[in-house]
């Protein structure tokens, strides 16, 4: 049987036990040897750091040929190597960067050290640790164990510098998310709800597309969910693409602002649902708490009735039997009561009736529960500015573990109910322009 020989690493006064190896490698092996010892990542960086130079280097040869060759035709020759700096996690590294110029006297720019030296890579890192709420005093002791000579030389890990790049990732993505194409999404519901930070309502927008995906399209920040606020989103997200010549569903809160802004902007075209759960909470809190278990369970039992005219007889007879004793619980559940049964009147299955009939489901409230959870660790407002770029981080945050709605497999038969609403709107047009000629 042949015997293996056991491998090990060097270090130094070793290298010589390597008669076999080059030179060459037997240096490098005795370099790395001690940072081995420091973890398999640490070494890892210093190899990896060696073959960005041999790269550098060899993109170097290829641009201006190999060192004292006689080149008659040569465009551009070595120069002084120079000072910079490359991207290592959440860190940057300086490093010397080798330098030519062309006969002209111009900068080769080297693409090799441009993608190492991208600060994009740095930014995105910085992003996450603080949407996964590492506070910015804390990135450098998250760091990953690259090596004590590389933490030692490193920068870009104090409180300022993570806060500036988190400042400018964030607007990156604010700016992403403010400027989507909504034309190519065949938008079948969109719900609106509105957050509050530092006093300041942020009213977000979520697309459900025909085949049930979610996508968030838009925020708008305003003292609170007022028709102007609505309308401006609404109109940003129509300048933007959204159509609704197919007809849409939106699916609000218990606001009368929203449901005011969304016909000031689309119309009869669209469909709205409002919240039951908003409507529920808005009724009973006008009640003593005593009594406030009884009705919610009435009005439950009413707006979950599949027979929507019978739900809809039940809700105005409980809205009679208050009006005496408490007229204003009376008042608010009359309010935009029609639109609280627009969903069951589609004839779409439980499941999906369940998703769309409130915002408190997981189809928005988890992507506003993110957007919550990602801000938790800041301490002061300074503006709307930050407020928005926070938000919008958290929006596209929660958006990369989306899943399709609950009852996504009857979509169908929603975009067929919104189908039929769009032809009787345009037979009544029709109608009318007939007996007007």
Same mark, same amino acid.
């Given at each position: 049987?042949?015997?293996?020989?056991?491998?090990?690493?060097?270090?130094?006064?070793?290298?010589?036990?390597?008669?076999?190896?080059?030179?060459?490698?037997?240096?490098?092996?005795?370099?790395?040897?001690?940072?081995?010892?420091?973890?398999?990542? /640490?070494?890892?960086?210093?190899?990896?750091?060696?073959?960005?130079?041999?790269?550098?280097?060899?993109?170097?040869?290829?641009?201006?040929?190999?060192?004292?060759?006689?080149?008659?035709?040569?465009?551009?020759?070595?120069?002084?190597?120079?000072?910079?700096?490359?991207?290592?996690?959440?860190?940057?590294?300086?490093?010397?960067?080798?330098?030519?110029?062309?006969?002209?006297?111009?900068?080769?720019?080297?693409?090799?050290?441009?993608?190492?030296?991208?600060?994009?890579?740095?930014?995105?890192?910085?992003?996450?640790?603080?949407?996964?709420?590492?506070?910015?005093? @804390?990135?450098?002791?998250?760091?990953?164990?690259?090596?004590?000579?590389?933490?030692?030389?490193?920068?870009?890990?104090?409180?300022?510098?993570?806060?500036? @790049?988190?400042?400018?990732?964030?607007?990156?993505?604010?700016?992403?998310?403010?400027?989507?194409?909504?034309?190519?999404?065949?938008?079948?519901?969109?719900?609106?709800?509105?957050?509050?930070?530092?006093?300041?309502?942020?009213?977000?927008?979520?697309?459900?597309?025909?085949?049930?995906?979610?996508?968030?399209?838009?925020?708008?920040?305003?003292?609170?969910?007022?028709?102007?606020?609505?309308?401006?989103?609404?109109?940003?997200?129509?300048?933007?693409?959204?159509?609704?010549?197919?007809?849409?569903?939106?699916?609000?809160?218990?606001?009368?602002?929203?449901?005011?802004?969304?016909?000031?902007?689309?119309?009869?075209?669209?469909?709205?649902?409002?919240?039951?759960?908003?409507?529920? @909470?808005?009724?009973?809190?006008?009640?003593?708490?005593?009594?406030?278990?009884?009705?919610?369970?009435?009005?439950?039992?009413?707006?979950?009735?599949?027979?929507?005219?019978?739900?809809?007889?039940?809700?105005?007879?409980?809205?009679?039997?208050?009006?005496?004793?408490?007229?204003?619980?009376?008042?608010?559940?009359?309010?935009?009561?029609?639109?609280?049964?627009?969903?069951?009147?589609?004839?779409?299955?439980?499941?999906?009736?369940?998703?769309?009939?409130?915002?408190?489901?997981?189809?928005?409230?988890?992507?506003?529960?993110?957007?919550?959870?990602?801000?938790?660790?800041?301490?002061?407002?300074?503006?709307?500015?930050?407020?928005?770029?926070?938000?919008?981080?958290?929006?596209?945050?929660?958006?990369?573990?989306?899943?399709?709605?609950?009852?996504?497999?009857?979509?169908?038969?929603?975009?067929?109910?919104? /189908?039929?609403?769009?032809?009787?709107?345009?037979?009544?047009? /029709?109608?009318?322009?007939?007996?007007?000629?």
């Amino acid at each position: 049987m042949k015997t293996v020989s056991t491998l090990r690493v060097v270090g130094d006064d070793d290298a010589t036990v390597l008669p076999t190896l080059s030179a060459e490698l037997q240096l490098a092996f005795a370099d790395v040897a001690e940072l081995a010892r420091e973890g398999l990542l /640490a070494m890892s960086v210093a190899v990896g750091l060696r073959v960005m130079n041999e790269m550098m280097d060899a993109e170097v040869t290829d641009r201006v040929g190999p060192k004292h060759a006689k080149l008659p035709e040569r465009t551009a020759s070595r120069h002084t190597a120079a000072p910079g700096s490359v991207v290592l996690g959440g860190r940057r590294l300086p490093v010397t960067r080798p330098r030519a110029r062309t006969v002209d006297g111009d900068e080769v720019q080297l693409a090799t050290y441009a993608t190492f030296a991208n600060d994009d890579l740095l930014n995105q890192v910085v992003m996450e640790r603080m949407l996964a709420g590492v506070a910015t005093r @804390r990135h450098r002791a998250v760091a990953e164990p690259v090596g004590d000579k590389v933490t030692a030389r490193s920068s870009s890990t104090s409180r300022s510098a993570v806060s500036r @790049r988190f400042k400018t990732a964030t607007t990156k993505a604010l700016d992403e998310l403010m400027a989507r194409d909504l034309g190519e999404l065949r938008v079948a519901a969109m719900m609106i709800d509105g957050v509050f930070f530092a006093g300041q309502c942020c009213v977000v927008a979520l697309a459900i597309c025909a085949d049930g995906t979610k996508v968030p399209v838009g925020l708008w920040l305003g003292d609170t969910e007022n028709k102007t606020v609505v309308t401006h989103l609404l109109a940003d997200l129509s300048a933007r693409g959204l159509d609704a010549s197919a007809g849409i569903l939106f699916v609000l809160d218990g606001s009368k602002a929203l449901a005011a802004g969304v016909r000031k902007v689309f119309g009869d075209l669209v469909l709205i649902q409002r919240c039951t759960l908003h409507k529920r @909470r808005n009724v009973t809190d006008h009640l003593a708490r005593d009594e406030r278990p009884f009705l919610d369970r009435k009005l439950a039992r009413a707006f979950n009735n599949p027979d929507p005219d019978a739900g809809l007889r039940a809700a105005k007879e409980l809205a009679r039997l208050l009006e005496d004793k408490h007229p204003d619980a009376a008042a608010s559940l009359r309010e935009g009561l029609d639109d609280m049964f627009t969903v069951r009147r589609l004839g779409l299955s439980e499941r999906l009736c369940r998703t769309l009939t409130n915002t408190n489901t997981n189809t928005i409230e988890s992507m506003i529960s993110v957007a919550k959870t990602t801000t938790r660790n800041v301490k002061r407002w300074r503006d709307g500015k930050m407020i928005k770029r926070w938000v919008a981080a958290g929006m596209l945050n929660a958006e990369r573990s989306f899943r399709r709605v609950k009852g996504a497999k009857d979509m169908p038969t929603l975009l067929a109910a919104l /189908a039929r609403h769009v032809d009787k709107l345009n037979e009544e047009a /029709a109608d009318d322009t007939a007996l007007t000629a």
